[in-house]
């Protein structure tokens, strides 16, 4: 659920393009659930939109990729973005065990 800085869920959403069917635009301040604070647009691209934001629960800072909302019912789309993440997440163990091997 997205709350913005005020506390409530947005009635009405602003977003890019001419499309009507496309994902709000989170603003800074707004909040994904009890967890997420989202901080800044980072970019957009052709699937979605990129957020830096802080994870309250780990205490660090994450980016945060939403889709586009009239991709979502794509199943290619589903699992191209399923595969980013997983090689997200390699590239991301990687890099934590060069900075732990350098470290030693």
């Known amino acids: ?6 506390g409530h869920s947005p009635s009405q959403s602003r977003s890019s393009g001419g499309s009507g069917t496309r994902s709000r ?15 800044e647009l980072l970019g957009e691209g052709g699937m979605g939109r990129v957020y830096k934001a802080t994870d309250r629960e780990l205490g660090r800072k994450i980016a945060i990729k939403v889709l586009l909302s009239e991709l979502t019912s794509d199943p290619q789309v589903i699992q191209r973005f399923k595969h980013e993440l997983l090689l997200a997440s390699h590239t991301e163990r990687y890099r934590k065990s060069l900075r732990t091997n350098s470290n030693s």
């Open 25 to 39: 635009v989170l603003e800074p301040g707004d909040e994904l659930g009890p967890r997420f604070l989202i901080d």
């Open 1 to 6: 659920m997205v709350r913005t800085p005020s």
